[in-house]
């Protein structure tokens, strides 16, 4: 059966499999392996930062990435007035910064605990980052609790030594570029 992509479909619960739980599909994501990301943004709404792993390239032309983030999240109305941000992938030995951005840790403590500078949009860019996407928001779409957020990269930063920090099996896992 073909499904044209030109019609969206939302599914309903009543669709859903049989048994599929959210604990069973949280379950399951933990073993989808993801770069960890610290987003960032700066502007008129002000300045805030999130730890987030749904993160993942769109297009190449334009070069663009989306970000998920929780509508019910406390920095949601700042990064949808600034409608700007930066998306920090974390490197090895950042397993600390991370959990400090994905707590409730007050925002001016969470930027203390690193160098920032601004990038051409005014978002925070972590000078220790394994690369930092600095982007304008260009779309956003509501699905379930999350907006998707549609970026679209204006400059990128990345430093000289390779390396990542992914989340797998709810717990992190440092990777370096082979020799």
């Known amino acids: 059966m073909h499904t044209s992509l030109a019609q969206p479909h939302t599914l309903t619960a009543i669709e859903s499999a049989p048994g599929l739980t959210?604990?069973?599909?949280?379950?399951?994501?933990?073993?989808?392996?993801?770069?960890?990301?610290?987003i960032t943004t700066d502007g008129p709404a002000g300045r805030a930062g999130f730890t987030a792993s749904a993160v993942c390239s769109v297009t190449d032309e334009p070069p663009s990435l989306l970000v998920c983030l929780n509508r019910a999240a406390s920095v949601y109305a700042t990064?949808?007035?600034n409608g700007v941000?930066?998306?920090?992938?974390?490197?090895?030995?950042?397993?600390g910064i991370s959990n400090l951005f994905g707590g409730k840790t007050p925002m001016a403590e969470r930027f203390a605990a690193a160098s920032w500078s601004p990038g051409a949009s005014g978002s925070p860019i972590l000078e220790e980052a394994s690369v930092s996407f600095d982007c304008r928001l260009r779309q956003s779409t509501e699905v379930g609790t999350h907006d998707v957020l549609i970026c679209e990269v204006v400059a990128i930063k990345a430093s000289e030594r390779a390396h990542g920090l992914i989340y797998f099996n709810r717990a992190y896992h440092e990777l370096s570029a082979a020799q």
């Not at 920090?88 to 950042?94: F, K, T």
């Open 85 to 95: 941000l930066c998306v920090n992938v974390l490197g090895a030995g950042h397993q």
């Open 79 to 81: 990064f949808k007035g």
């Open 22 to 38: 959210k604990p069973a599909f949280r379950d399951a994501m933990a073993r989808l392996g993801a770069a960890v990301n610290i």
